[in-house]
C-alpha cells in the first residue's frame, strides 16, 4: 500500500515511450525546456528600473500644429441655401 517502486515507475515510463515516441518526447521537452528559459529572460528583463530604460515615442505620432495643418487641408467650406 505504500508508494510505487521504481519497477512501477520503469514499467510506465516504457508505456510512455511506446504511445508517444522517442522523437515526440525528445520535442516536447525541448519545447517545455525553451519556454522555461524564456520566463525566466523575461523575468530577469522584467526587474529592471524603468528610469533606466528610454521611453519609445511611437514613429506615427502627430504633432498638433501637423493636425491643424492637415484638418485645414480636408475641410470644405459650402454655403447652406434654403430652398424658395
Given at each position: 500500500?505504500?508508494?510505487?517502486?521504481?519497477?512501477?515507475?520503469?514499467?510506465?515510463?516504457?508505456?510512455?515511450?511506446?504511445?508517444?515516441?522517442?522523437?515526440k518526447?525528445?520535442?516536447?521537452?525541448?519545447?517545455?525546456?525553451?519556454?522555461?528559459?524564456?520566463?525566466?529572460?523575461?523575468?530577469?528583463?522584467?526587474?529592471?528600473?524603468?528610469?533606466?530604460?528610454?521611453?519609445?515615442?511611437?514613429?506615427?505620432?502627430?504633432?498638433?500644429?501637423?493636425?491643424?495643418?492637415?484638418?485645414?487641408?480636408?475641410?470644405?467650406?459650402v454655403?447652406?441655401?434654403?430652398?424658395?
Amino acid at each position: 500500500m505504500g508508494g510505487f517502486s521504481i519497477w512501477h515507475w520503469l514499467i510506465v515510463l516504457l508505456i510512455v515511450v511506446m504511445v508517444f515516441g522517442t522523437k515526440k518526447l525528445r520535442n516536447m521537452g525541448s519545447d517545455l525546456g525553451g519556454a522555461v528559459k524564456g520566463f525566466k529572460d523575461g523575468m530577469k528583463d522584467g526587474g529592471q528600473s524603468p528610469a533606466d530604460e528610454k521611453p519609445v515615442v511611437p514613429a506615427s505620432q502627430v504633432t498638433n500644429a501637423q493636425a491643424a495643418d492637415k484638418a485645414e487641408r480636408n475641410t470644405i467650406d459650402v454655403e447652406a441655401r434654403q430652398k424658395s
